[in-house]
Antibody, heavy 121, light 107 residues
């Protein structure tokens, strides 16, 4: 069973860049899954940020697209998130997740435990 | 973006109760609807995908139904471990938007 683990700084300064990594274990990042990032601001609902395939193909949430970069490192079996020009509104728990596809349907069936990122000076 | 509206936002129920949560997208999404359960401080857990398919390992008291613009998550007999927040997500188009969540509390 695939397991995911997020890592990265818990505190980022305003206007800085948030950088997180998700390590994939128990499976290969070169499988047929897409690899996603989702966030949840305090007391609010979930927001899909974007995803990447092992080939490097990406899809991003249009509301964040200008600030988001998701990349993959197959040699380390991990993928990463960079979010630039952060503000307090980017304070959230950030999750990485594996997106599986069944027929035409897709769903996120494996999630990391999440990591809290606070944007503050 | 497709807006997902859940109702109610919260509910109080007792162990053994039948609980129904509704999710309504702002446009038709066929059966491209997932349900997640989330407990405080924990990651979401997939319960239902493709509107009505039960994820492996999820108890059969959970069921999903609906299509188009009207979906339902039903817990047939609420158990103590089911007190949590439930969220729907559409996978019809990018971005895969989520509902705001329904918190199920102990009565």
């Amino acid at each position: 069973q695939v397991q995911l683990q997020e890592s990265g700084p818990g505190l980022v300064k305003p206007s800085g860049t948030l950088s997180l990594t998700c390590a994939v274990s128990g499976g290969s990042i070169s499988s047929s899954n897409w690899w996603s990032w989702v966030r949840q601001p305090p007391g609010k609902g979930l927001e899909w940020i974007g995803e990447i395939y092992h080939s490097g193909s990406t899809n991003y949430n249009p509301s964040l697209k200008s600030r988001v970069t998701i990349s993959v490192d197959k040699s380390k079996n991990q993928f990463s998130l960079k979010l630039s020009s952060v503000t307090a509104a980017d304070t959230a728990v950030y999750y990485c997740a594996s997106r599986r596809q069944w027929q035409d349907y897709y769903y996120m069936d494996v999630w990391g435990k999440g990591t809290t990122v606070t944007v503050s000076s | 973006d497709i807006q997902m509206t859940q109702s109610p936002s919260s509910l109080s129920a007792s162990v053994g109760d039948r609980v129904t949560i509704t999710c309504r997208p702002s446009q038709s999404i066929s059966s491209y609807l997932n349900w997640y359960q989330q407990k405080p401080g924990k990651a979401p857990k997939l319960l239902i995908y493709a509107a009505s398919s039960l994820q492996t390992g999820v108890p059969s008291r959970f069921s999903g139904s609906g299509s188009g613009t009207d979906f339902t998550l039903t817990i047939s007999s609420l158990q103590p471990e089911d007190f949590a927040t439930y969220s729907c997500q559409q996978s019809y188009s990018t971005p895969g938007t989520f509902g705001q969540g329904t918190k199920v509390e102990i009565k």
